[in-house]
């Protein structure tokens, strides 16, 4: 059974930066991709960026630069370091695991296990 716990969210000014945790029990993902998606106030899930089996990072184009993608595999643990965060990226923040062979990366239908969710609230 796969399971992912996220933390690291909470209050933080406009400007600030957070740290969020994903922490996988399971196969980790080294054998898997992993992704962050966000839920603000609008229906769907936003994704936010992923990081591959391999390392590799990639990025919804509008937070390259401002959000970084890490892991330590030695933790079963995936990180977004967030900086300069603006009003606008609060939202609950979930970490998911890639769907193995799906070639689907932006959107959440290439993703099949889901964390409960981090709040973040950045105030102006």
């Known amino acids: 059974q796969v399971q992912l716990v996220e933390s690291g969210g909470g209050l933080v000014q406009a400007g600030g930066s957070l740290r969020l945790s994903c922490v996988a029990s399971?196969?980790?993902?080294?054998?898997?991709?992993m992704g962050w998606f966000r839920q603000g106030p609008g229906p769907e899930r936003e994704f936010v960026g992923g990081i591959k089996p391999n390392g590799e990072t990639y990025y919804e184009d509008s937070e390259k630069g401002r959000f970084t993608i890490s892991r330590d595999t030695s933790k079963n643990t995936v990180y977004l370091q967030m900086t300069n965060l603006k009003p606008e990226d609060t939202a609950l923040y979930y970490c998911a695991r890639k769907k193995m062979g799906s070639n689907i990366y932006y959107q959440q239908t290439g993703y099949d296990f889901w964390g409960q969710g981090t709040q973040v609230t950045v105030s102006s």
């Open positions: 399971g196969r980790t993902f080294t054998d898997y991709g």
